[in-house]
C-alpha cells in the first residue's frame, strides 16, 4: 500500500520550521512498515531547504522515502496542480481528533483485519485486470 505521512507533529513534534524532536517509535515504526513492502510517501508542506533538511533528518534515521510531495519518484512538480498524494493511508496530526502516536499507527496496520482489507484490495486490483483481459 502507499503511505503518505506528514512530517511536523507526525514523524518529530510541531517545531515549523525547526525541526522538532523525533516522536517516539516514529521511525521504527515506518522502517518496520517499509520491510513490510508499503511504500512510503512524506508528504509535508515544506518545501526547499526546509523539504531538504526533514529529508536528511528521515535519512539520518534510516528512512528514505518511496517519493517525497509527489505520487512517485519520477513525477514532475506542477504549478498548475494540487499536491494532493495518491495514496491508501495518510498518517496526519491533523485528522480528526489529532496524531493518535506511532505505536497505534502500527497496531491498525499490523491487525489482522488490516491484513485481510490489504488482501482484499490487492485481490480487486489483479481481478480488474483479469476481468479487462479475460475472454
Sequence with gaps: ?????????TIVENKYPEIGEEKLFAFETLKQLQKRGHQIILWTYRTGRELDEAVNFCKAHG??????????????????????????????????GGFIEWGKV????????????E?????????????????
Design 106 to 117: 502500527w497496531q491498525i496496520l499490523t491487525d489482522e483485519s488490516m491484513e485481510a482489507l
Design 119 to 135: 488482501s482484499q484490495y490487492n485481490k480487486s486490483k489483479k481481478s480488474f485486470f483479469l476481468k479487462l483481459f479475460k475472454k
Design 63 to 96: 528512512v528514505e522515502f518511496y517519493a517525497v510531495n509527489n505520487n512517485y519518484p519520477e513525477e514532475k512538480p506542477s504549478d498548475g496542480l494540487p499536491r494532493k498524494i495518491n495514496a491508501d493511508i495518510y498518517i496526519d496530526d491533523r485528522n480528526l
Design 1 to 9: 500500500m502507499k503511505i503518505a505521512v506528514d512530517f511536523d507533529g
